[in-house]
C-alpha cells in the first residue's frame, strides 16, 4: 500500500512542477505561496496525506509523506514547506472529536489548516468553551489555509491551570479564518514563498469541542494519530531540507559539462573542487535520509503493534530529523562552492536554496540544541520537560 500511494502521489508532484516553477518569482515577490498553486495542491489531494479516511482524507503512512514532501521540495523549497506544515496540521482531524473534524474537515475536501504549537495564546475557561486572545508567529501558509491552531495556556478564575506534575495546562485552539488577523510580519530572508507571517486573535470563543491537547488519546484509531504529533512532524519538515538540497545537487550537474571553473579553468566537471564537492554532497543527503527513514519506519512499526513510542523514540525521531536537516545543509554550502562566482545569481537557483535550507535550521524542531536534549536522553535523562515533549509527552515511560 505504501508504495502505491507514494508512485500515485510523486505523479501528482511531478504533474504540478511546471506550474510550481512558474510561480517561484511570485512567491518570492509577494511573499506566500501562490493561490493557484495551493489550491492546485488541495485539489489534488496534496493536503489531505494525512487526514484520516473517514473524513475524505487518505491517512498515508508516514514514509509516503515524508517522500511526496522530499520530491515537492526538490522542485521549490518554500512549496515543499508549505505542504508538510499544511499536511502536518492536518492531521489534527485524527485528534478532535469526530463532529468537530467532520465540521472542519469532512464538509470542505480542500480544506488546510496552519498555525502555531508554541502556547502563545491565553484561554480563559467560560461555560460551553474558552475565550482567547493572543498572537502567533511563523504561522507558514496562514493566508491560504481556512482553519489556524494556536497554542494556548489555559486560565480558570484569574489561575493559570496546571498539570498533576506542576506543568501548565496547555491546549490547542482551533480558529476560523475569519476569526484572525493576519499581521504582515515575514520579511524573511529564506523561505520567503512560505507566507509565514504572525496572526492574532482577540476576545474569541473557541467551543471545548475545537480545542486539543496533544496529551490526550486521539480520537480516531489508526496507527497515524498514535505517532506524537510534535515527534512526527519532525521528519515531515526535515524532508523538505533534504528536497532542497537534492535540488542544489541536480542545479550543479545540469551546469557541470557547461560551466567553466576560473579556478580550473575547465568546465566543472573536470574541476577537482567540484568533484569532491558533488561527491560529499550526495554522501550526505543520503546518509541524512536513510537514517531519518530507518528511525521512522522503526516508529511506524512499534505503532501498527499497538505499543506505545518510548522517549528514546521520540528523541530518535528529533534526532534523525535534525541530523538530515544538518546534512542537507552542509550539503547546500557544498553546491554554493562548486559553482562559484555563478551561485550568488538568483537565476541560478542556489542561492535561494541557500538561503531556503539556513531558514530551516532556525526552527526548532530543527535546531542543533536539539542534539545536546536527544544526548540527555540517550544517557538516561529525564526529558519530559524539554522542548522536545513539553506539547505531546504520549508515550511508554
Same mark, same amino acid.
Given at each position: 500500500?505504501?508504495?502505491?500511494?507514494?508512485?500515485?502521489?510523486?505523479?501528482?508532484?511531478?504533474? =504540478?512542477?511546471?506550474?510550481?516553477?512558474?510561480?517561484? !518569482?511570485?512567491?518570492? @515577490?509577494?511573499?506566500?505561496?501562490?493561490?493557484?498553486?495551493?489550491?492546485?495542491?488541495?485539489?489534488?489531494?496534496?493536503?489531505?496525506?494525512?487526514?484520516?479516511?473517514?473524513?475524505?482524507?487518505?491517512?498515508?503512512?508516514?514514509?509516503?509523506?515524508?517522500?511526496?514532501?522530499?520530491?515537492?521540495?526538490?522542485?521549490? %523549497?518554500?512549496?515543499?514547506?508549505?505542504?508538510?506544515?499544511?499536511?502536518? =496540521?492536518?492531521?489534527?482531524?485524527?485528534?478532535?472529536?469526530?463532529?468537530?473534524?467532520?465540521?472542519?474537515?469532512?464538509?470542505?475536501?480542500?480544506?488546510?489548516?496552519?498555525?502555531?504549537?508554541?502556547?502563545?495564546?491565553?484561554?480563559?475557561?467560560?461555560?460551553?468553551?474558552? @475565550?482567547?486572545?493572543?498572537?502567533?508567529?511563523?504561522?507558514?501558509?496562514?493566508?491560504?489555509?481556512?482553519?489556524? =491552531? *494556536?497554542?494556548?495556556?489555559?486560565?480558570?478564575?484569574?489561575?493559570?491551570?496546571?498539570?498533576?506534575? %506542576?506543568?501548565?495546562?496547555? @491546549?490547542?485552539?482551533?480558529?476560523?479564518?475569519?476569526?484572525?488577523?493576519?499581521?504582515?510580519?515575514?520579511?524573511?530572508?529564506?523561505?520567503?514563498?512560505?507566507?509565514?507571517?504572525?496572526?492574532?486573535?482577540?476576545?474569541?470563543? &473557541?467551543?471545548?469541542?475545537?480545542?486539543?491537547?496533544?496529551?490526550?488519546?486521539?480520537?480516531?484509531?489508526?496507527?497515524?494519530?498514535?505517532?506524537?504529533?510534535?515527534?512526527?512532524? &519532525?521528519? *515531515?519538515?526535515?524532508?523538505?531540507?533534504?528536497?532542497?538540497?537534492?535540488?542544489?545537487?541536480?542545479?550543479?550537474?545540469? +551546469?557541470?559539462?557547461?560551466? +567553466?571553473?576560473?579556478?580550473?579553468?575547465?568546465?566543472?566537471?573536470?574541476?577537482?573542487?567540484?568533484? +569532491?564537492?558533488?561527491?560529499?554532497?550526495?554522501?550526505?543527503?543520503?546518509?541524512?535520509?536513510?537514517?531519518?527513514?530507518?528511525?521512522?519506519?522503526?516508529?511506524?512499526?512499534?505503532?501498527?503493534? %499497538?505499543?506505545?513510542?518510548?522517549?528514546?523514540?521520540?528523541?530518535?525521531?528529533?534526532?534523525?530529523?535534525?541530523?538530515?536537516?544538518?546534512?542537507?545543509?552542509?550539503?547546500?554550502?557544498?553546491?554554493?562552492?562548486?559553482? %562559484?562566482?555563478?551561485?550568488?545569481?538568483?537565476?541560478?537557483?542556489?542561492?535561494?536554496?541557500?538561503?531556503?535550507?539556513?531558514?530551516?535550521?532556525?526552527?526548532?524542531?530543527?535546531?542543533?540544541?536539539?542534539?545536546?536534549?536527544?544526548?540527555?536522553?540517550?544517557?538516561?535523562?529525564?526529558?519530559?520537560?524539554?522542548?522536545?515533549? !513539553?506539547?505531546?509527552? @504520549?508515550?511508554?515511560?
Amino acid at each position: 500500500m505504501g508504495t502505491n500511494a507514494a508512485a500515485r502521489y510523486l505523479d501528482i508532484v511531478e504533474s =504540478l512542477a511546471p506550474m510550481v516553477r512558474a510561480a517561484v !518569482a511570485e512567491n518570492e @515577490r509577494t511573499r506566500r505561496l501562490s493561490p493557484a498553486v495551493a489550491t492546485a495542491m488541495a485539489e489534488t489531494g496534496l493536503f489531505r496525506l494525512s487526514t484520516p479516511r473517514v473524513f475524505g482524507g487518505e491517512e498515508v503512512e508516514p514514509l509516503v509523506l515524508y517522500q511526496v514532501v522530499e520530491a515537492l521540495s526538490r522542485i521549490d %523549497g518554500a512549496t515543499g514547506w508549505c505542504l508538510g506544515i499544511g499536511v502536518g =496540521l492536518n492531521s489534527v482531524a485524527g485528534l478532535l472529536p469526530a463532529e468537530t473534524a467532520q465540521q472542519i474537515y469532512g464538509r470542505d475536501p480542500l480544506v488546510v489548516t496552519a498555525g502555531v504549537f508554541r502556547p502563545m495564546g491565553r484561554a480563559v475557561v467560560t461555560p460551553g468553551g474558552y @475565550r482567547v486572545s493572543g498572537q502567533w508567529p511563523l504561522a507558514s501558509g496562514c493566508q491560504h489555509s481556512a482553519w489556524l =491552531l *494556536g497554542g494556548c495556556m489555559v486560565f480558570e478564575d484569574g489561575q493559570q491551570s496546571l498539570r498533576p506534575d %506542576g506543568s501548565p495546562l496547555l @491546549r490547542m485552539m482551533m480558529f476560523p479564518a475569519a476569526d484572525c488577523t493576519i499581521l504582515d510580519t515575514w520579511d524573511s530572508g529564506g523561505l520567503r514563498g512560505s507566507g509565514s507571517h504572525d496572526f492574532s486573535v482577540m476576545d474569541v470563543f &473557541v467551543p471545548a469541542a475545537y480545542s486539543v491537547s496533544f496529551r490526550e488519546q486521539p480520537a480516531q484509531p489508526g496507527p497515524l494519530y498514535a505517532l506524537p504529533v510534535v515527534a512526527a512532524a &519532525v521528519p *515531515g519538515v526535515a524532508s523538505v531540507a533534504l528536497g532542497i538540497a537534492r535540488h542544489a545537487i541536480d542545479i550543479v550537474m545540469d +551546469i557541470a559539462g557547461t560551466k +567553466i571553473a576560473s579556478r580550473a579553468r575547465a568546465t566543472m566537471d573536470q574541476d577537482v573542487t567540484a568533484q +569532491i564537492n558533488v561527491a560529499r554532497a550526495e554522501a550526505l543527503v543520503r546518509a541524512g535520509r536513510s537514517f531519518l527513514h530507518e528511525v521512522a519506519e522503526g516508529a511506524w512499526r512499534t505503532v501498527i503493534a %499497538g505499543r506505545a513510542l518510548s522517549a528514546r523514540q521520540c528523541a530518535m525521531l528529533w534526532l534523525a530529523g535534525t541530523h538530515a536537516a544538518d546534512a542537507a545543509r552542509q550539503a547546500v554550502e557544498l553546491m554554493f562552492v562548486a559553482s %562559484g562566482s555563478a551561485a550568488v545569481y538568483e537565476k541560478s537557483g542556489l542561492a535561494r536554496c541557500m538561503r531556503d535550507v539556513q531558514a530551516m535550521g532556525q526552527h526548532v524542531t530543527l535546531a542543533a540544541g536539539n542534539y545536546g536534549t536527544v544526548g540527555q536522553a540517550l544517557l538516561g535523562a529525564d526529558i519530559s520537560r524539554s522542548v522536545l515533549m !513539553a506539547l505531546d509527552d @504520549r508515550g511508554d515511560r
